[in-house]
């Protein structure tokens, strides 16, 4: 079962989903891209392990959701032929490489497509004909997450969000 929460993020009323299982729930909001799970919870096994596996900026921007005891992150995905959706540092805040604690919440989304490697620039890339293009990515600001996800062409709209896995 789904329903519609206040994101304890970006407070948006619209866009914030809590899917309810049957032995935990898990919430995702497409305004400002942060998810959660409720096995998420503050010093759990479970958080500890994801956190150690993600990315520095994702650890960086975590969020103490103090109403339900769980840690909100931005979420990376990637589905593969599709390309990825990752969280990245504003470039516009970033002053002279220091990345200081005050600024992490200012984030953008970037979508990278996946490309076909040419013929002769394959041995540039241990042989592999395509890639993420990472250099080109097209970015978002922080609550243009749901446009990342339509334009990766995951989703529609948000009442026909189904088939969406953030594969954590
Ligand atoms: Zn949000």
Not at 3 to 22: G, H, L, T, W
Not at 144 to 154: K, L, R, T
Request: proline letters at 4%; glycine letters at 4%; charged letters at 30%.
């Amino acid at each position: 079962m789904e329903r519609v929460i206040i994101c304890p993020i970006c407070k948006d009323s619209d866009s914030c989903f809590e899917e309810m299982q049957e032995n935990f729930s898990s919430f995702m909001c497409f305004n400002c891209g942060y998810m959660s799970d409720t096995r998420y919870r503050v010093g759990s096994v479970e958080l500890v392990d994801n956190m150690n596996a993600s990315p520095q900026l994702v650890q960086d921007l975590q969020h103490h959701d103090t109403n339900r005891g769980i840690v909100w992150f931005p979420c990376v995905i990637n589905m593969g032929e599709l390309g990825i959706i990752f969280p990245d540092e504003d470039p516009d805040k970033k002053t002279k490489g220091a990345f200081k604690s005050t600024q992490k919440t200012n984030y953008v989304w970037k979508y990278a497509k996946v490309v076909e490697i040419p013929e002769e620039e394959r041995a540039k890339y241990n042989n592999y004909d395509k890639r993420l293009d990472v250099e080109n990515a097209k970015v978002y600001s922080k609550y243009e997450f749901f446009n990342a996800c339509q334009d990766m062409g995951i989703i529609k709209d948000l009442k026909a969000k189904d088939g969406l896995s953030t594969d954590t």
